[in-house]
């Protein structure tokens, strides 16, 4: 499938993923071509057709779009939850939703079950990472899904990468004040105030002292970095300097 591929993870049967790319879908550049975001000033009816494409891949599923501020706040999606609710994650315990994740250099992040009884989503740039948002998700797809200490796999979509993704001191901060090992995925970047952060390798820390222990996808390696490749990945960081804005990929989970 030109623009969408399933992802390698030890998800138990019965859940299904996907992530875009910018191959596969109708929109003009800048945001050629699978772009689903609709909030980058694409042409409407582009992002329209790009996203009953994604909905043709999870069928019977809806993908359910979000509203994502940079927060920690989770929703429960159902057949009545609209496009545009605001959260930074969802949690799915039945068929026919799927919580959809759009990123364009911040890092998505899938859950599932190991019982197969729900499945997550989340987004995680650096604001809602340091703020907690992987462990909170992981928290409500237990509680959800009613088991309190079921076993959690997790997958780790493409996102900036350790070696494009240059940050303040502020970031650091926010990262080590409250655990001083996070500062082993952060290196000066040359000049005073600045680091080099690895966001994929922050949010696995956090996921193996959430007590994950199966955790799949970007390994902080160039394959995975939005910035480094233009003709797979949109990234914000990389394009809107040059154009103005960019366009989203998405990842998405869903119980099928």
């Known amino acids: 499938m030109p623009g969408v591929w399933v992802p390698d993870w030890p998800a138990p049967a019965g859940v299904r993923a996907l992530c875009t790319e910018r191959d596969g879908g109708v929109s003009a550049p800048p945001w050629d071509r699978f772009n689903l975001g609709d909030h980058v000033g694409d042409d409407p009816a582009a992002v329209a057709l790009n996203r009953a494409r994604l909905a043709s891949f999870t069928r019977p599923a809806r993908p359910v779009f979000l509203r994502q501020v940079h927060g920690t706040a989770v929703c429960r999606l159902d057949g009545a939850t609209p496009d545009g609710t605001e ?28 019982s197969g009884a729900g499945v997550a989503a989340a987004h995680a740039g650096w604001r809602g990472l340091a703020a907690g948002v992987l462990e909170r998700t992981v928290r409500e797809l237990r509680e959800v899904a009613g088991e309190p200490r079921g076993e959690v796999v997790a997958w780790l979509g493409p996102a900036i990468g350790p070696a494009a993704f240059e940050v303040g001191d502020e970031v650091r901060a926010a990262f080590t004040a409250d655990d001083a090992g996070a500062a082993a995925h952060f290196r000066a970047a040359g000049r005073a105030g600045q680091w080099w952060a690895d966001l994929p390798g922050l949010a696995r820390r956090r996921l193996r002292l959430a007590g994950l222990t199966r955790v799949a996808g970007n390994d902080g390696s160039a394959a995975w970095c939005t910035v480094s490749q233009p003709s797979r990945f949109f990234s914000h960081r990389r394009d809107a300097a040059r154009f103005g804005t960019t366009g989203r990929l998405a990842a998405a989970v869903w119980l099928g």
């Open 87 to 114: 959260a930074d994650a969802a949690v799915a315990v039945g068929p026919g939703v799927a919580c959809t994740i759009m990123v364009a250099d911040c890092l998505p992040v899938l859950f599932a079950l190991a």
